[in-house]
């Protein structure tokens, strides 16, 4: 009665063109119907019995495991799992039975699963050793066992769906954001930023940072901290002057830590501050493009500013803009 309710009031809406109200009415319908399905898993016989299932793109599968405890469904669990383009479903859930039953506590009376398993005799004797008596392994082909395999099928699809949709929008807000970067500013390939910045006390205790982000990620391992030597007084093109030297110097000479090349610089300020990160680079005898990053009010960098002083606007652009703004 409530499915066919919702399903009614989404159509209605829908026709009316209030797609909002449409689509709480389908989110409604959906949580609805995953409730009637877990309900569905307490009609069977008193038993503990796992319910496996999977789904494969041909690069990655998702692994969904269904855990019915007296016949009432207590929990559930998937795993993602790679794989070959030439596995198939029975080789990929045989592996998945063997490690994970290798490793859990607890062995179920029964497995039901999507398709019989290779060595199937062999892993079921393994598994009644490991419980201490019978188990059995189960491939339903029709009936309320087989819809049940099914529904968990059907899980690990979704599962891998989301997954997949995650997987790109990740990919578009890191190493496709870089690739944003680059051909905004007219690089042919960006993977490996490092930006600079001064920090001072008052103008005492001037010391300087180095973020490094590659393919769109932050890499710690990769950060560092200078103390700036030798200045008596606050002077942020100084400090910058030597701090940018001292990198690569060290990138120069090959010392561990500082050996890895950057495709681009970022100096946190206006054209000089640019200007004098390139001098630096210059000394050393190294040439890589240096940008610097402009501020607006708000302190957030709304452009970068090449070291000509050709201002390149980056706030219309949303995944170089949050990219810039976390570096």
């Known amino acids: 009665t409530l499915l066919n309710y919702l399903e009614d009031k989404m159509q209605e809406a829908s026709a009316v063109m209030e797609f909002e109200k449409a689509m709480e009415y389908r989110d409604l319908l959906a949580s609805v119907k995953q409730i009637a399905q877990k309900q569905k898993i307490t009609s069977e016989a008193a038993e503990d019995r796992d319910i496996i299932a999977m789904a494969s793109d041909?690069?990655?599968?998702?692994?969904?495991?269904?855990?019915?405890?007296?016949?009432?469904?207590?929990?559930?669990?998937?795993?993602?799992?790679?794989?070959g383009s030439a596995d198939t479903h029975a080789q990929i859930l045989t592996g998945f039975v063997k490690q994970y039953y290798?490793?859990?506590?607890?062995v179920p009376k029964e497995l039901w699963i999507q398709e019989e398993l290779e060595d199937q005799d062999v892993i079921e004797k393994w598994l009644s050793t490991r419980r201490g008596q019978r188990v059995h392994i189960l491939v339903p082909k029709k009936g309320e066992k087989e819809r049940l395999v099914e529904l968990a099928r059907k899980n690990a699809k979704m599962v891998l769906i989301q997954d997949n949709e995650r997987n790109k929008r990740e990919e578009a807000r890191t190493s496709g954001a870089m690739q944003e970067v680059a051909g905004w500013i007219g690089l042919s390939g960006v993977r490996r930023i490092e930006a600079f910045d001064i920090s001072n006390i008052s103008g005492t205790d001037i010391v300087a940072s180095m973020v490094v982000f590659q393919d769109g990620k932050p890499k710690k391992s990769d950060y560092?901290?200078?103390?700036?030597?030798?200045?008596?007084?606050?002077?942020?093109?100084?400090?910058?002057?030597?701090?940018?030297?001292?990198?690569?110097?060290?990138?120069?000479?090959?010392?561990?830590?500082?050996?890895?090349?950057?495709?681009?610089?970022?100096?946190?300020?206006?054209?000089?501050?640019?200007?004098?990160?390139?001098?630096?680079?210059?000394?050393?005898?190294?040439?890589?493009?240096?940008?610097?990053?402009?501020?607006?009010?708000?302190?957030?960098?709304?452009?970068?500013?090449?070291?000509?002083?050709?201002?390149?606007?980056?706030?219309?652009?949303?995944?170089?803009?949050?990219?810039?703004?976390?570096?």
């Open 102 to 106: 290798s490793g859990t506590p607890f």
């Open 224 to 327: 560092k901290r200078f103390k700036v030597e030798g200045l008596d007084n606050q002077d942020d093109y100084a400090s910058m002057y030597q701090v940018v030297k001292r990198r690569f110097v060290h990138f120069k000479a090959g010392d561990k830590g500082f050996d890895a090349p950057p495709d681009l610089l970022l100096i946190d300020g206006g054209i000089v501050h640019a200007q004098t990160a390139e001098r630096a680079l210059g000394e050393v005898g190294v040439s890589f493009p240096v940008f610097g990053m402009v501020k607006d009010d708000r302190h957030r960098t709304r452009a970068l500013v090449t070291t000509d002083g050709q201002e390149i606007s980056i706030d219309t652009n949303q995944a170089i803009f949050s990219l810039i703004g976390n570096i």
């Open 58 to 83: 041909g690069e990655d599968a998702v692994v969904q495991v269904f855990f019915v405890r007296e016949g009432k469904m207590i929990g559930r669990e998937h795993f993602g799992v790679s794989v």
